[in-house]
């Protein structure tokens, strides 16, 4: 009798660890799905929705909301290596090269080339554009490309590819599927060209107009304050002179203070008042820049999505206005330092 009790008592143990395993696995993954089915189903957003979901992107996907013309662009530097491996299901990789380069200064190639990317993988200005990576930035680089170029419903997936995996969605691997070309983009091209700002001289233009505009560098406090340039093809480190610290990124390659630990964006409510300790506001004229354009594309979306009206990407950078300088010192003037402290140079 003892030892049918003692075998008893060790089944019913057992029963009730496993039914915790399983209730705690169950908690885990409905937290996991809850953590990354963010606002966009439910919070209003001052203006138009950018950031959206895995879960938002995973209904589209399975044909459960209104959206029928979409397509879903992975972006990253180089090859599919990476995407071939796992990637969001019916997703096209997209080099972040083929709409940037090199020997453009590493501004956005021409609003033609980008054009015919576009209708290359079928999209026009009125398709709904899903872009996500597992870099924020990388999305947020291709996105503007195509939103400037004219595709005016642009997503980006908050929380990257790595929401998507946490979310325990579908992962397809292998190549990108082919799809139809498009014929008709329905718009000329840039239709958004209010948004860039490209060149340095573009912006001495801007400026001449308005005196009041602000140059907001999305760079980390030690390339901002010039103790270092941040890239290694960049030897110089300065900013523009007039240029004001949007608080961004701790690092070149990232946008950590934009960010929640989780990898989803912060609601510009959350980043406003440290803008705010520099004159950037809301009702501001603004160009947000970094080195080539990456970071400061995150920037001008959470402020673009939070219905900030005047807000532009200057996509020269630090790289742009630096080559500028060396040609022409006097009229693309370096500062070198905090702009508040009594020890900052000025290069001329």
């Excluded at 696995?25 to 929705?49: F, I, L, W």
Aim: hydrophobic share 35%.
């Amino acid at each position: 009798m003892k030892k049918f009790r003692k075998s008893l008592l060790v089944i019913v143990t057992l029963i009730l660890s496993i039914s915790a395993f399983t209730l705690f696995t169950n908690e885990t993954t409905v937290s996991a799905k809850s953590y990354y089915a963010q606002k966009d189903d439910t919070e209003k957003t001052e203006g138009p929705r950018v950031f959206v979901s895995p879960h938002w992107v995973n209904k589209v996907v399975n044909k459960k909301t209104d959206v029928k013309d979409y397509k879903i662009f992975e972006a990253s530097y180089g090859n599919d290596s990476k995407f071939k491996k796992g990637h969001i299901p019916g997703a096209i990789h997209i080099n972040t090269n083929s709409v940037e380069s090199e020997k453009n200064e590493w501004n956005l190639v021409s609003a033609n080339k980008i054009k015919k990317l576009l209708l290359k993988n079928g999209v026009t200005s009125n398709t709904t554009l899903i872009v996500y990576s597992t870099d924020i930035n990388a999305a947020s680089r291709v996105a503007f490309a195509a939103f400037w170029t004219g595709v005016n419903n642009i997503k980006v997936v908050d929380g990257g590819y790595n929401g998507w995996k946490q979310s325990d969605y579908k992962i397809q691997k292998g190549k990108s599927k082919s799809v139809k070309a498009a014929a008709d983009f329905g718009t000329d091209v840039p239709a958004n060209a209010k948004y860039e700002i490209k060149t340095p001289a573009n912006f001495l233009a801007q400026q001449k107009d308005d005196p009041n505009v602000i140059l907001a560098s999305t760079r980390s406090w030690k390339e901002f304050t010039g103790k270092t340039s941040g890239y290694s093809y960049i030897k110089e480190k300065g900013e523009p002179k007039g240029a004001v610290y949007a608080k961004t990124s701790k690092t070149s390659a990232d946008s950590a203070y934009l960010l929640n630990k989780n990898g989803t964006v912060k609601s510009i409510s959350q980043i406003a008042p440290t803008w705010k300790k520099w004159g950037i506001e809301p009702t501001s004229n603004i160009d947000f820049y970094c080195g080539t354009g990456w970071r400061a594309t995150t920037a001008f979306f959470i402020a673009y999505q939070g219905g900030w009206k005047n807000v532009h990407v200057y996509d020269g950078g630090w790289y742009a206005w630096n080559k500028a300088h060396k040609k022409d010192p006097s009229k693309y003037q370096v500062q070198v330092g905090s702009p508040r402290s009594k020890n900052v140079k000025i290069l001329n």
